[in-house]
T-cell receptor, first 111, second 114 residues
Framework: TQLLEQSPQFLSIQEGENLTVYCNSS?????LQWYRQEPGEGPVLLVT?????EVKKLKRLTFQFGDARKDSSLHITAAQPGDTGLYLC???????????FGAGTTVTVRA | ETGVTQTPRHLVMGMTNKKSLKCEQH?????MYWYKQSAKKPLELMFV???????ENNSVPSRFSPECPNSSHLFLHLHTLQPEDSALYLC?????????????FGPGTRLTVL
């Protein structure tokens, strides 16, 4: 059983559509991060959320941390082909360096 | 370009070979990490070094041997690997180990064990 469950595993949409990716756990996290990983590259940090109920926006991307700090979502508005990649969530349970990663959601945006 | 470089980018080795992966960070960080990324599985933390001292070994088999000669360089020495060790090996660095400090990842070494 994975500590962080991401859904869906795969998502393929047309350019201009909206999408939401979920990251769920039964554990409480002191912070949660979202990364995007493109083919042939390492993950790149998009955002860190630390407060329950927090909402952060990064251009067309909206990140939300659940009130109980056990789950998070990533919403992309009007997706573009450049949004294609593997989206990973990672949580820090005890404010140490041990990030627990989800298995990721592969997003493909078709032109 | 994240400031973390890894070489080689691709490596194919037999089970009896000995090889090494190299990671270098140009960010002035003091913590470095090795992760294993297998298909459809979460990234697995393998080792953590903080100020050149190993602070975490996440139950990694002894056929993987890390080395951190200074805060800028990290190696992963490989010997008598198994086919199931085939994966993308990612190096990362952060200012220090601890807290929600951003980790910067290298592009990874794609390892195939025959």
């Amino acid at each position: 059983t994975q500590l962080l469950e991401q859904s869906p595993q795969f998502l393929s949409i047309q350019e201009g559509e909206n999408l939401t990716v979920y990251c769920n756990s039964s554990s409480v996290f002191s912070s949660l991060q979202w990364y995007r990983q493109e083919p042939g590259e390492g993950p790149v940090l998009l955002v860190t959320v630390v407060t329950g109920g927090e909402v952060k926006k990064l251009k067309r991307l909206t990140f939300q941390f659940g009130d109980a700090r056990k789950d998070s979502s990533l919403h992309i508005t009007a997706a573009q082909p450049g949004d294609t990649g593997l989206y990973l969530c990672a949580g820090d349970r005890s404010n140490d360096y041990k990030l627990s990663f989800g298995a990721g959601t592969t997003v493909t945006v078709r032109a | 370009e994240t400031g973390v470089t890894q070489t080689p980018r691709h490596l194919v080795m037999g089970m009896t070979n000995k090889k090494s992966l190299k990671c270098e960070q140009h960010l002035g960080h003091n913590a470095m990490y090795w992760y294993k990324q297998s298909a459809k599985k979460p990234l697995e933390l393998m080792f953590v070094y903080n100020f050149k001292e190993q602070t975490e070994n996440n139950s990694v088999p002894s056929r993987f041997s890390p080395e951190c000669p200074n805060s800028s360089h990290l190696f992963l020495h490989l010997h008598t690997l198994q086919p199931e060790d085939s994966a993308l090996y990612l190096c990362a660095s952060s200012q220090v180990a601890g807290g929600p400090d951003e980790q910067f990842f290298g592009p990874g070494t794609r390892l195939t064990v025959l």
